[in-house]
Structures are given as C-alpha cells and as structure tokens.
C-alpha cells in the first residue's frame, strides 16, 4: 500500500511538472508525460497508460508535432479498441484527437466521420458524463470549422450559435469554451464580410484568453482582429494587433506562417503590393522549411495570394506559375475542397488577359474543369443558403469560360464556340431550383419508403413552422432554437441516410445534364426565337438560338448602364413618370439589349432568359420605335423563363384538365399589425370582380371575401390545375423567404402563405396565376433569378407562372385578367394569351393616361407556355380541310355543280 502510495504521488508530480511545460516547451512537456508512460508499463496499469498517452496527444496536437501525434494515437487505439464497452469516456476521447489529427492533415471526411460518431455516441446515452458533454461540443466546434473550410457558412454558423447557446446556459459558466466558439464564430463573419458584427467576438475573446494566458487562443484572436482591421482599410490598428500576436507566439513555426499571410494581406489592402509579396516568400518559405513532409494548407493560400499580386503588377505568367502551384496543393488533398474553385477562377481570368488564342483555348478548359469539379462537389452541400453562396462564388468562372468562347469566336468565325459559351451559361442557372425539381421526380421513381416521405415531410413542415415563429417573434420561447437546431439535423441525416441507400433517388436528384445548345434547337419550331443572357462582372452576354441559326453579342457593363436599368425599372412602375423619357430611355436600352440580335432574327415567338438586373425589366414594354412610340409586343410574343434546361424541364410537365380555383381575399385596413404583418394591407375593391368575371371562362371554384382563407386554399389546393390569387403580394427585403401572399385575415389560423411555406407545398397546377403587387420580384440571385413567390410555386411544381414586377393596379389588373383568360379559353398559348390582351388594353386606352406602361407591361408569364385547352375553332379547322380536299378532288366546276 506505502509502495502504491509513492508511485501515485510520482506520477502527480511527473504530471504537474509537464503541465508548466504543456504549451510552452514541448519536449520537457514529453519529458514528464513518458516518464509517466514507463511507471504505468512497470505497475502494468492500461488506465495511467492510457491517461499519459492522452496528455502526450494533447501537447501534440497543440505544437502540430503530427509524426508524434501519429505514434500516440496507434498505441492508444491498440488499447482502447482491445476493449469490450467501445462508448467509454476513453474511446469519445480517441475519436477526439483521431478527428484532430485527420483535420491536421486536411483528410476531412476522417475526421468528420469521428466528430460525428462521438456526437451518435452522446444522443446514444441516457447519462450524460461531464467528459462526454464537452467532447460533444468540441465536436459540434470541429464540424463547424469543416463546414466552413468547405464554403458551408450557414452550417457553420448554426453549430457554433447551438454551442454558444448551450454553453450560456449551464450552471458553470466554461468562459475558455465560450470564447473558442466566439473565435470560430467571428471566422465564418469574416468569410461572409460581417466584420463588425465578427470583431464584437473577437474582442471579447482576445481580452479573457489574453488575461488568462491561453496563448494560442490568444494569438488566433489576434490574428483575426487584425485581418478584420485589414479588410477595412485600418491598416495601423491591423499592425497594432498582429504585432500584438509577434509577441506571444516568438518561435513557433506554424504562428510564423500565419502571421506573414495577414502581414502580406494587410498590405495588399493598403496597395503595397511590393512589400505584400516580400511577407507571402517569408510564409512560403517557412513552410518549406518547418513542415516539408506536412500537408499544410497555408501553402495553397500562399501560392494564390502572390499570384494576385503579381497579376497587380503586371506579371501574368508568372501568376500563372503559382497558380498552378496553388491548384497542385488544392487537388492534392484527399477529400474535393471547395476553396479550389478560387483557384480555378483565378487561372482561367489570367489566361483571358493575355489575349491570344493558345491563352483563350486553355483558359475554356481551365473553365471546363473547375465546371466538372463544382458539380461533383454541389451534392454535399445540403443547405440551400450555402449552394447559393457556392454558386455565386463560381459565378466568375463561368464569365471566364464565356469570355474565352467569344474572344475565340471572333477571331476564327467558328460558331463551335457559341455552343461552349452557351453551355457554360446554363450551367450556371436555377441550379437549386432544377435540383428541387429533379428530387420530386426522383422520390417518384427510386421506390422511397413511404414511411421515410412522410418524415421528411413532417420535419420539413415542422422546421418551416419553427422557423416562421422565430422570424416574426420579438420574444422567443425558450429552447426553440434548440428544437430547431435538432430538427435541422435530423433532416440532413435523413437525406444523406436516402442518397446513401437508394443510388437511383441519388443519381436522379444530381443529373447535371443541361441543355445543349443543338438540343435547344431541336425542341424550337421555326417561328420561335431563344435569348440566354448572362449578366457578368464586366459584360452582358446574350446568345440568340432560333430553329437554324445562332448568334453571340457582348454589352459592355457600366455604370451608367446599370444606372439605366434601375431607372427604367423605376418609371415603369411609377404611373407618374414623363411618357417622353420614359420612351427615350426605354428605346435606348432595346438598341442595346435587343435591337441587334432581332434585326437578324424575325421570328414572332421570344423566350428570354433574362439574368442580373434583366429581370427588374417586362422586354414587352421596350420601345423599339420612339417617334411612333410603337413597344415591342406589339410585334412579338414574350416569355420567360430562367434556363433553357428548366424550359424543357417544365415543358415535359403534362398538361391538366383546365378546373379553376380563385381566390379573392378581403382586407380592412384599420386591423392593426400583429408581428406577421410587415404592413398594413389595404382593400382590393376590384379583386372580387376579376374571380367573378374569369370564372365566365373557365369552370372551376372561387372562395370570396370571409371565404378566402389560407385554410380553405391549402385544403383545396391539390384538386385543381389552374390557380388565381387576387390578392397582396408582399416583397420582404431584409428577409425575402419570408415575403408573402395574404390571404383574408381569420383570428384562429394564419393568413399569409410565405415563400417558405411554398417550398413544403406539392401542385400541379398547368397555371398558377399570382395577381398581387411584386409577385416577381424578390431578391436577385446570381444564376437564380429572383427569390420570388413566384419562384416558390414552381418549387411547388407549377408549369408556369403568371406575376408581376412592381404594384400594379387593381382596376386595370382586373381588366387584364379578364381577357386574358378570356384568351386562354379559346384554346390559345399562355404567352399569347396575356400578349392579346395587353394589346387590347393599349387600343381601349390609346387616347387615355392609361396607356402608359405601368398600368399593363408589368405582368410576365413563365415557364411552359403551351394552351391550358384546345381550341374550340378545332371544328371549323377540320371542317375547312374537309372542303379543301374536295375542292382538289372533284374539282372547280364539279364543287359548284355540287353547292348548286
């Protein structure tokens, strides 16, 4: 017992003597804790073992000694594995450092499967041990970081703000936990350029673990300040902290590396671009000195950033070298890395501005393959607010690869190049909404269990719900966030869980296959016209593609272009602008965006896909004669629609028997705002008119004033397949999936169906027409179009969509509305249909104020334009071939012996 006691009390005092060691000088660190290792060999004792091996991987870990890190943890998986309970504090603590480690060396789905298995491993018991718990978090905190090191931003935040809730709340107060998440936090801000939201973090941070001594904390926190203050131009506060940092980490290699990277950016930012490559050699050389035989991914980020500089100065091939080199170390990596796209698009802009053929030729490719790379990429990212943020960021590479194929085609003539340009166009467009639509079809073919549908379905339903409260409460229950958080979770571990055990739901879901342009060109007949724009950082690309021909013209941006087109917008939808220079500058935007391609192209039928700030603008209402004041609908037949590839996609939706249902709400405007309202909503006293007077049309149903409730639409909703909704349509600007249509206010249930809402509803509907103000409009998505109501019906699986682009009036939109279904029950197209009757409104009020285009240019029609029914002149058409056929039969002369 006396001999047991003395070896316990050496191997605390071993202990306490490494740990003044632990983050300061690792080898005495190592020193104490093998000391330890061998008493616990002596006394054959697995759990001091095991216990020494733990503190020896720590110290590891914090110094980045990986070769030692490495020899640590297969002797302890030896040890932990060997035994029978596999969910012990031990084993969570293995997956732990096993996580850490494959992290370190950039192996990012290891060290995700280990984080996520110590987090199965947790919901798996009923007790929940203090180790446990905070192994939990620590790896809700690593998976936050792999998220945002793959571009997951909106995952990433999530995790971090679940572990900040849940650390506020216990009892104990772990103030060092805290402030990690805030550091991580403030990380992910910065990516997304919330720098004064990330530095009210970090300075709380940097002031505890400053205070407290926990140096690499510390440093890190340093670091972040500092390129925070650099990206806002505070070039001497940047210094203050970074220097700040020099003197906390002195040797420390991996601290060295770092602090060249911010040095050198800081610089960048302040246009010492001399000086900020000076610092990326420092850094590039340190890593070649100090982790040769280590992947190490500042190096990659060294490699691009010089490249940039040097694209500054001037020296473009020498960019290229290091580009390439950045790109060498990107695809390196085990596991497909987002940030290489950034690298993609930093080669395939340099090669564009040498302006030679041999340069534009590589630099297609160059955009052909980061375009493979981002599709077999695109699955994993499972939040739709991070694909958008990822298509956005890839934005640039196609303008790249479209630039390439018309400096090509100019200069040979080759229209080979037309079709490349076009390829890349489309591929980037409506990414998320034809994957919503290709995982409708997919659930339908693959043989799901039902069971598994309705869960999802439920969980959809439920964080909608959940997501709606916490959008439009002041005050929040308490461990909502929570419930959300955890529901979030279950979702995406079922769809992973689908993907995963039904390939076929999987391979559906994620065709990438877009439309060609000879595709495109097969499904036109000869009297229809198709116009892709593609809206870049420097230039306006349209591609003109009718039945035989095809043609490619560039607009330059500008300032005052982009001017321009927010100012048309803006007298559009002003019924009190000056028709005169409304005129001017609307003929002035059609000779530059549509006069050249329509002088060589005259075919009747136009299907645009309009892209960018295009979409604020109804092309129907561009002047193409200002004299005469003559618009182009008048002469041509005007659709849209996103994509080729959603056009055909929507073209291939069955058409439906032509039932209706119509909803005309009542508003009183003295019922005050109750926190779902954005506004007070006024009467529509001409919406109960416009239901009554399409329903001498189509049959069908209408739920009028008290009647039109939310409640009566989604209980009826799914039986008809044409849809009108005379009521509010309300933009949300701050947050546009929480814009809505209102329905007739009933104190018991909702009345507003929100873009979010829409995406858990399943139509289909032939037509959903949404006579409301700014049904069209939302915010603009690069490659998306607009975050609409209206795009949220065709996530719903409408064919088409009928909407608006600004307030439009209630009287003219009844008047509109009548004819146009009017029109569309003679058996005539959707796009003609609305067409005839703009027309017909222009003659009934040429000599009237009406006439100005506010009051009838802003309704659009969307998506598949083929008649709602046949036409009910089918008769006459048959009877007059009949005729014909005897008139070439019997002849002239025997036809009037015949009628006599």
């Known amino acids: 017992m006396w001999s047991q006691q003395l070896t316990l009390s050496k191997i605390d005092s071993l202990n306490e003597k490494a740990e003044q060691f632990y983050y300061y000088e690792k080898d005495s660190a190592y020193f104490y804790f093998d000391q330890v290792k061998e008493i616990a060999k002596t006394i054959n004792s697995d759990s001091i073992l095991i216990e020494s091996l733990f503190n020896s991987t720590g110290v590891s870990s914090y110094h980045y000694d990986l070769s030692r890190m490495s020899a640590n943890l297969s002797q302890l998986d030896s040890l932990i594995s060997g035994t029978t309970i596999l969910n012990t504090d031990n084993s969570n603590i293995l997956l732990y450092y ?30 929940k041990s203090e180790t446990r718990t905070s192994l939990a978090s620590a790896a809700y905190s690593f998976l936050g970081k792999l998220y945002m090191i793959e571009g997951k931003y909106d995952d990433a935040k999530s995790l971090y703000r679940k572990n900040i809730r849940d650390i506020q709340k216990s009892e104990n107060v772990d103030l060092e936990a805290l402030t990690g998440n805030y550091n991580l936090l403030a990380e992910v801000l910065i ?38 203050y650099g990206y806002q131009l505070q070039k001497d506060s940047a210094l203050l902290f970074l220097n700040d940092s020099k003197k906390l980490f002195q040797n420390k290699p991996i601290f060295q590396v770092k602090y060249h990277l911010k040095k050198a950016i800081i610089h960048k930012n302040n246009w010492e671009y001399e000086i900020a490559i000076i610092e990326i050699d420092s850094a590039i050389n340190s890593i070649k000195y100090n982790f040769e035989k280590q992947k190490n991914s500042d190096l990659e980020i060294a490699y691009n950033e010089k490249g940039l500089l040097q694209n500054l100065l001037g020296f473009h091939e020498k960019a290229l070298v290091n580009f390439d080199l950045a790109l060498k170390t990107s695809l390196d990596k085990m596991d497909k890395d987002p940030n290489a796209l950034k690298l993609f698009k930093n080669k395939a802009t340099t090669l564009n501005l040498n302006s030679d053929n041999e340069s534009y030729l590589k630099a297609t490719a160059v955009a052909n393959q980061a375009t493979t790379f981002l599709n077999q990429i695109k699955p994993s990212f499972k939040n739709s607010t991070d694909k958008l943020f990822l298509i956005e960021n890839a934005y640039p590479i196609f303008e790249s690869g479209i630039a390439s194929s018309q400096n090509l085609y100019k200069s040979t003539n080759n229209d080979i ?42 969980l959809k339903a439920e964080i909608t719900h959940i997501e709606k409260q916490i959008a439009v409460s002041e005050n929040l229950e308490e461990g909502i966030e929570d419930q959300l958080f955890n529901l979030r979770q279950e979702l995406r571990n079922m769809v992973v869980d689908i993907e995963t055990n039904h390939p076929a739901y999987y391979d559906l879901k994620y065709n990438n296959k877009i439309k060609t342009l000879p595709e495109v060109q097969d499904n036109l007949s000869k009297n229809e016209l198709f116009i892709s724009y593609f809206y870049g950082n420097q230039n306006i690309y349209s591609i003109a593609i ?31 602008s000056k028709s005169d220079s409304l005129s001017k500058w609307s003929h002035k935007l059609y000779q530059k965006l549509l006069g050249p391609i329509l002088e060589s192209h005259p075919q009747e039928r136009i299907i645009l896909a309009p892209d960018g700030l295009l979409n604020y603008i109804p092309f129907g209402s561009l002047v193409t004669n200002e004299r005469e004041r003559h618009y182009l609908i008048e002469d041509r037949t005007i659709s849209y629609v996103n994509s080729a590839t959603l056009w055909s ?106 873009v979010k809402d829409l995406y858990n509803l399943t139509l289909n509907a032939s037509l959903v027409t949404l006579s409301g103000c700014e049904s069209g409009i939302g915010e603009l998505k690069r490659g998306e179009g607009f975050l609409s109501l209206a795009r949220g019906f065709f996530y719903s699986g409408a064919a088409s969509i009928s909407s608006t682009l600004w307030k439009v009036n209630d009287n003219s939109s009844s008047e509109l509305m009548g004819e146009f279904y009017e029109n569309l029950a003679d058996g005539k197209p959707k796009d003609a249909s609305l067409r005839e009757a703009k027309l017909s409104f222009l003659k009934k009020n040429k000599e009237n104020g009406l006439v100005h285009p506010y009051y009838w240019s802003g309704y659009i029609i969307q998506g598949n334009t083929e008649p709602l029914v046949t036409s009910t002149n089918w008769q006459w058409y048959l009877y007059g071939g009949i005729i014909f056929v005897f008139f070439i039969f019997l002849g002239r002369k025997k036809l009037i012996q015949l009628f006599k």
């Open 98 to 127: 096993q996580g850490d480690y494959h992290l370190k060396l950039l192996e990012y789905s290891k060290s995700r499967t280990a984080f996520e298995k110590i987090i199965k491993n947790y919901n798996s018991v009923n007790t």
């Open 649 to 754: 996609q929507l073209n291939g939706k069955e058409q439906n028997s032509a039932n209706l249902l119509a909803f005309a709400p009542n508003f009183d405007i003295n019922i005050p705002s109750d926190g779902t309202r954005s506004q007070v909503l006024g009467n529509l006293p001409h919406n109960r008119n416009e239901v009554q007077q399409i329903l001498t049309s189509f049959t069908g149903k209408s739920f009028i004033n008290d009647q039109a409730t939310l409640q009566n639409f989604t209980a009826t909703l799914s039986d008809y397949s044409v849809l009108h909704l005379a009521t509010h349509a309300v933009f949300n600007d701050k947050n546009p999936e929480y814009s809505y249509l209102a329905f007739t206010p009933k104190s018991e249930s909702d009345d507003l169906l929100f």
């Open 417 to 458: 190049y037309i079709d490349e340009a076009f390829e890349f166009s489309e591929n980037s467009k409506s990414a998320l909404l034809l994957e919503a639509l290709l995982s409708s079809k997919a659930t339908e073919f693959a043989k799901i269990p039902k069971k598994i549908l309705s869960r999802e379905t439920q």
């Open 191 to 228: 990516k997304e350029k919330q720098y004064k939201e990330a530095n009210t973090y970090l300075l709380k941070a940097y002031a505890y673990n400053k205070k407290e001594k926990n140096t690499n904390s510390a440093i890190s926190n340093a670091f972040h300040i500092a390129e925070n």
């Open 546 to 576: 009718s039945k035989n021909e095809k043609s490619f013209h560039t607009i330059e941006i500008t300032d005052e272009l982009e001017e321009h087109i927010s100012d048309l917008h803006a007298m559009l939808s002003n019924p009190k």
